[in-house]
C-alpha cells in the first residue's frame, strides 16, 4: 500500500491504518528505536507509542512525506525514553554504594609506604 492510501486511511479514521503502517514502516521504526534504545522491550513501546502518535497528528496535518513524519516521532519518542531510562541512572543510591567500596581500595598509603610495611612485617 503506498502513502496516499495510508493517509487516506488515517483520514477517514479506519483501524487499518495503523496495521498498514506497522506492514510498511514498522521495521524501519524499530530499527530507529533499537539503535537509540538498545532495548527490545523499550523500543518495541516506542514503536507503540509511535502509532498512537501518528493516529493523534495526522487528521490535522497531512505530512508531504511519511516516512520522515513517522520516523520523526519514532526518534522523539525514543530519545525522550533515552533521557528517561538514562536519569534513573544518577539516582544517589549508586552514590551509597560507591562510598561503602572506599574502604576496599587501597590509595591511602604511598607505593614507598606499602614497600615499607612489607620489609618490616
Do not use: H
Not at 502513502?3 to 530507529?32: H, P
Not at 498512537?52 to 520522515?68: D, F, H, T
Amino acid at each position: 500500500m503506498d502513502d496516499k492510501q495510508i493517509l487516506d486511511l488515517f483520514w477517514s479514521r479506519s483501524e487499518n491504518a495503523v496495521y498498514e503502517t506497522g506492514m510498511k514502516y514498522g521495521k524501519l521504526c524499530m530499527r530507529l528505536a533499537m539503535n537509540i534504545l538498545s532495548s527490545l522491550e523499550d523500543s518495541e513501546e516506542c514503536v507503540n507509542d509511535t502509532y498512537l502518535g501518528v493516529w493523534n497528528a495526522i487528521p490535522p496535518q497531512r505530512p508531504v512525506s511519511l516516512s520522515a513524519f513517522i520516523c520523526k516521532i519514532t526518534r522523539n519518542l525514543a530519545l525522550k525514553k533515552y533521557d528517561y531510562v538514562s536519569a534513573r541512572k544518577r539516582n544517589p543510591v549508586v552514590a551509597v554504594s560507591l562510598t561503602e567500596l572506599e574502604d576496599c581500595i587501597s590509595g591511602l598509603e604511598t607505593i614507598e609506604e606499602q614497600i615499607e610495611n612489607r620489609r618490616i612485617e
